[in-house]
């Protein structure tokens, strides 16, 4: 059984164009993804169809792999990736691990928790799992933001529901108060033997549809997802308001220093 890290990135993205290559002081987004995911795992490959980002990555010395829109085009992100791993003739046991490439503040801590679950994902487990899924806290600018993805889940952390909406909804917290809810971190994995099954299943679906999440995808045809739990505070960037915050925390992260050029 061997790991495989990918990062999806292309240039047309939907709410933020060209989002890879933004610059966050001094550095691409995407560069800042690799360069923290290399602190835990000694290969890493960004799965791309864009020439500007393979040149990019040419230009700093970080691996990639060209996966394009074709046949059909790639759908969600760990399509990608399961495309990347196809390309790289993975076998079935093999654990494919996707890191959004949006997620600059990825922390290696969170990345070793991934790591440390995947036992649960190879077919000899006594308690199996399909995917496995980081989540985080959900603070209230989250809650509201429609860009976060907050998820419920059983007492045992199994996934139950994955939404964009306000949940639990206005009227229940005016009742009740607010709740914790937690929001995915785009951190996960899944065997490529699973990973083959499931997105078989998007040319029976329209999962090109931007508001479609992946996760709740394979919810609802069965799969079981593992959610692990993190306190690490992180920030996606999905839009220009994003961005302009995520400048602003990377000038006082700690990890940055460690990597920086």
Not at 70 to 95: L, N, Y
Request: charged fraction near 25%.
């Amino acid at each position: 059984m061997s790991v495989i890290v990918g990062i999806p990135a292309r240039m047309a993205s939907t709410r933020l164009p060209g989002k890879p290559l933004v610059d966050i002081c001094g550095m691409a987004m995407i560069e800042h993804v690799y360069r923290r995911a290399k602190m835990v795992f000694p290969e890493v490959y960004i799965a791309t169809p864009d020439s500007e980002i393979m040149d990019y990555c040419n230009g700093y010395q970080m691996a990639f792999v060209l996966v394009k829109d074709e046949p059909k085009p790639v759908r969600k992100p760990g399509e990608r990736i399961f495309r990347m791993a196809k390309i790289m003739e993975a076998k079935d046991d093999d654990i494919l691990v996707t890191i959004q490439g949006d997620e600059p503040f990825v922390s290696p801590t969170s990345l070793n928790l991934l790591e440390s679950f995947s036992h649960f994902l190879e077919k000899e487990s006594t308690v199996k799992y399909d995917m496995l899924h980081m989540m985080v806290p959900c603070n209230d600018e989250d809650w509201h933001n429609h860009s976060e993805i907050k998820v419920f889940c059983d007492n045992v952390c199994n996934a139950m529901y994955f939404t964009r909406d306000y949940v639990p909804s206005f009227a229940f917290s005016e009742v009740y108060g607010q709740v914790q809810v937690n929001k995915q971190l785009c951190l996960f994995a899944m065997s490529y033997k699973i990973a083959k099954s499931f997105y078989h299943n998007f040319d029976l679906i329209d999962a090109s549809n931007p508001k479609s999440i992946e996760m709740q995808i394979a919810l609802e045809y069965g799969y079981k997802v593992k959610m692990i739990p993190d306190t690490y505070k992180s920030k996606s960037v999905d839009t220009q308001e994003d961005l302009a915050k995520a400048r602003k925390m990377m000038r006082y992260d700690k990890l940055y220093p460690k990597y920086r050029r």
